[in-house]
């Protein structure tokens, strides 16, 4: 079965300064990967995706993430936070011939002013 | 536009009592699954569903039974609720032309005694 490995709990960066939250995945066949962040009491949204194609994906808000398979990895970037970037982030992987979901354990992203 | 609208917000159970978590979505979506987000341990997968009357299993379905009957609906059953389904619990859904991107709804924060 597929699964993902967020290594870090916690990221603190201060304002203005880039971030970079880390995934890690495991498929038996072509992955689908995505980040998704959680506002406090709130559901889940989406971000960015990888299906197929370029490494970089381009997401929401200013945020991309890179797809590097021979690392099995696809980290969350962003050039510059902001204070409303503070938030947990999840990343979540589906297998292409699977019909279900997994996701990490999440990661907390504090930006400082 | 309603989404994913998940009923209800807040239930505090005693130990043995069963409910049901109720889960809509208006988007047609042939996909709905169910998690449970506990702290350290991200989103895991309960059951989840690719249609009508087609149900699955997910990596932690002891304790839960669901059912779709329609393309709209997924409830979520706990026959005889433990402790250890104290949790907070999210419906998502996707289909159609965003396919491979889940819609969550806004959660259950449920507690047993």
């Known amino acids: 079965a597929q699964s993902v490995a967020q290594p870090e709990d916690q990221v603190n960066v201060a304002e203005g300064n880039p971030l970079t939250v880390k995934c890690t995945y495991s498929v038996s066949g072509n992955p689908y990967l995505f980040w998704y962040v959680q506002y406090p009491n709130r559901g889940l949204q989406f971000l960015l995706k990888?299906?197929?194609?370029?490494?970089l994906v381009k997401g929401s808000y200013g945020f991309e993430a890179e797809f590097n398979k021979s690392q099995t990895s696809f980290h969350l970037k962003k050039p510059s936070a902001l204070v409303s970037d503070s938030a947990l982030y999840f990343c979540a992987v589906r297998d292409m011939g699977s019909s279900d979901m997994r996701f990490g354990a999440g990661t907390r992203l504090t930006v400082k002013p | 536009n309603a989404g994913v609208t998940q009923t209800p917000k807040f239930q505090v159970l005693k130990t043995g009592q069963s409910m049901t978590l109720q889960c809509a979505q208006d988007m047609n979506h042939e996909y709905m699954s169910w998690y449970r987000q506990d702290p350290g341990m991200g989103l895991r997968l309960i059951h989840y569903?690719?249609?009508?009357?087609?149900?699955d299993q997910g990596e932690v379905p002891n304790g839960y039974n669901v059912s779709r009957s329609t393309t709209e609906d997924f409830p979520l059953r706990l026959l005889s609720a433990a402790p250890s389904q104290t949790s907070v619990y999210f419906c998502a859904s996707s289909g159609g032309a965003q396919y491979e991107k889940l819609f969550f709804g806004s959660g259950t924060q449920l507690s047993v005694l």
């Open positions: 569903s690719v249609g009508a009357g087609i149900t």
């Open positions: 990888y299906i197929t194609g370029d490494n």
